[in-house]
């Protein structure tokens, strides 16, 4: 029967019922007037409720009205079946199996993909990801990438692909591993996932693999330092891995590396010191002074020392705010790095130093910042003075973390934000002296290994001649070293004709060995060529790179790369600015001190407090 009929049929049943009920109520009750139309209605329903059963029985009557209520008591009852199957059956992996999920963000995950991309699953697998990442880690120091992985000198990894789930067995366990992505945030952003299935209900077993994978990961970086910087959702984000730069390959002023080395170690043996005394710990250095003198490099040693990240504060990232700041640095973890470059910069409009003249002196930087804190209440981004003072060492500020400031510019540093507390230890780092120019040139050309080397060197007369560097002379039919030396600076060497014009240091042939007293004969020579705390590191360095295959050479050409370099300044100075000759001018100073080898100066570390209560350092 068609379902309008059907219910076209029950409407005229209600209504005759209806009227029915009208009629013997009037027979009834000829007397009474007095009827509430709300009682009638009641009447109304309670006979229509009486009635509700011959209602029933005339629409179970119709095949069609049975049919769709066999329908509907079949779907009811598969639908609680199977809601009472699924329960019954999370009931039963909730049971037996630990299931453990990890965000995309946490430093877990990149320990289990680490491990799995290890294991030998992935080799068999149907559906994988390939990656030459390796999660920042030299998966050769793993041991355990066979060479068929290498890839043009590039390891490669087999991970878990999104959305697939991969089975396999840890200690006689089954565990089943999904990589997942869900859309997170406002706009609609994704993050990924993990997910790790262990059948156990034994907690052990996940801790064990979290460890054995932490493990693993932290051996391949043995030699390594990772760094992290805030990403625009305020998450630290590691964006690289270096290999740990050895401390002896710095070179500062005796006492500098070893002062800021024992602090940092001493601070982070006296935990219970500052606990007892109630003082927050925390711990600042600000390194300042000549650009390309060591500050940074400085910092990666330490942190390679002392086996920590380094966390970049990158105070003039897109988006960051007083609040982001205050909430990144109380989510660094409790023993790390954290470094804030330039940190005069941020609050400048603009980064104010001269790339392309590293050597200038402090004193005309200085004259051009405005005086001591009157920039300091500008902002750059949205990140202001007091939002960063308060993040150093306010409430939220996270404990046990030292913080390493740089600046090429002191004096435009708020005296609020290198007070003790904040910026404990100031450094000053300036141009290279004698002593520095000595033990670059020495280290530059000596072997890696002197101690190894020495006595055999020492005893064979030949070993100075073969490895003297007189050798590499011959390399010079290649043209290469040619141009190497000419390409020092920004002056080419007019004896040598060459087609090709660039600036920079070019890369060319291993450097020899030098005898430990011949390097040091020649290291002599060259400190007395070079002027003391005219030069940058950096500078040298660039200097020495031209030459790493001729330490003869490099000694030879030494006063006339000095001679050319002091020329070259003097004819950038008046550009600069007539007038501008500073007391501390270093092409004065420089041409002054062009006399032989001193003896080092006892230190380069100095504290210049801008207020009481700042320490000293001697
Ligand atoms: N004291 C030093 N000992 C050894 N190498 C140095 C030293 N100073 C600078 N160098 C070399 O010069 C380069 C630049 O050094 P680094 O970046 O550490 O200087 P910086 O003071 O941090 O410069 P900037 O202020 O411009 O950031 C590095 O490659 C480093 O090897």
Not at 417 to 445: N, T, V, W
Request: proline share 4%.
């Amino acid at each position: 029967m068609d379902p309008i009929m059907v219910l076209q049929t029950v409407m005229s049943a209600i209504q005759s019922g209806a009227v029915n009920l009208t009629a013997a109520d009037a027979a009834r009750s000829e007397n009474t007037t007095a009827t509430s139309a709300t009682n009638d209605g009641v009447a109304v329903a309670s006979f229509s409720l009486l009635q509700l059963p011959t209602l029933l029985t005339m629409l179970l009557s119709y095949s069609a009205v049975r049919d769709w209520l066999k329908l509907l008591l079949l779907g009811a009852l598969v639908e609680t079946g199977r809601r009472l199957l699924t329960k019954v059956y999370h009931d039963i992996i909730n049971y037996f199996w630990l299931t453990a999920t990890f965000d995309g963000n946490d430093e877990c995950v990149d320990w289990l993909m680490f491990w799995l991309s290890k294991h030998s699953i992935f080799r068999t697998a149907r559906t994988l990801d390939v990656s030459t990442r390796s999660f920042g880690k030299n998966t050769a120091m793993a041991g355990e990438q066979s060479s068929e992985d290498d890839t043009d000198g590039r390891k490669i990894s087999f991970l878990p692909s999104l959305s697939t789930t991969y089975t396999l067995w840890y200690r006689y366990r089954y565990v089943s591993i999904t990589r997942d992505e869900v859309v997170d945030g406002p706009w609609n952003g994704r993050r990924q996932t993990l997910q790790v299935q262990i059948l156990t209900r034994d907690h052990q077993i996940l801790r064990d693999l979290l460890l054995e994978a932490k493990n693993l990961f932290h051996r391949a970086s043995e030699n390594m330092i990772s760094i992290y910087v805030s990403d625009p959702s305020d998450y630290w984000k590691r964006v690289s891995t270096h290999h740990k730069r050895p401390m002896q390959s710095i070179i500062l002023d005796p006492g500098t590396i070893e002062l800021v080395l024992e602090d940092a170690k001493d601070f982070f043996a006296s935990k219970a010191w500052y606990a007892e005394r109630g003082i927050p710990h925390r711990r600042g250095y600000l390194l300042y002074g000549a650009p390309g003198s060591g500050k940074t490099s400085l910092i990666h040693s330490i942190a390679g020392e002392l086996n920590l990240d380094v966390y970049i504060l990158s105070l003039t990232r897109l988006g960051l705010d007083d609040t982001s700041l205050s909430s990144i640095i109380a989510d660094l973890p409790t023993q790390c790095i954290v470094l804030v470059e330039d940190i005069d910069a941020a609050f400048h409009q603009g980064v104010k130093r001269d790339i392309a003249d590293p050597e200038r002196d402090q004193g005309e930087r200085a004259q051009q910042s405005v005086g001591k804190g009157s920039e300091s209440s500008g902002t750059v981004g949205r990140v202001t003075l007091s939002g960063l003072l308060n993040a150093l060492d306010g409430i939220a500020a996270q404990e046990g973390r030292i913080l390493f400031a740089t600046t090429n510019d002191y004096d435009a540093l708020d005296p609020a934000l290198c007070r003790p507390g904040r910026l404990d230890l100031h450094i000053e780092f300036k141009l290279a002296s004698k002593y520095q120019c000595r033990e670059m040139f020495r280290r530059f050309y000596l072997p890696s290994n002197p101690e190894a080397d020495s006595s055999k060197a020492e005893e064979d007369p030949e070993v100075d001649e073969k490895d003297s560097g007189y050798g590499s002379r011959d390399a010079r039919t290649d043209g290469s070293l040619d141009n190497s030396a000419q390409s020092c600076g920004s002056s080419a060497d007019s004896t040598h004709e060459s087609s090709t014009v660039y600036v920079g240091m070019a890369h060319t042939v291993r450097a020899p060995k030098l005898s430990p007293r011949k390097a040091a004969e020649l290291a002599d020579s060259f400190a007395s060529a070079i002027p003391n705390r005219a030069f940058s590191m950096a500078t040298l360095q660039g200097y020495l790179m031209a030459y790493k295959t001729r330490p003869y050479d490099a000694v030879a050409d030494a006063p006339a790369w000095v001679e050319r370099k002091l020329q070259e300044k003097k004819a950038k100075a008046p550009a600069r600015g007539a007038g501008a000759v500073k007391p501390e001018e270093p092409v004065a100073d420089a041409a002054a001190s062009a006399a032989p080898a001193a003896s080092p100066e006892a230190v380069t570390a100095t504290a210049e407090p801008k207020e009481e209560g700042d320490e000293a350092v001697a």
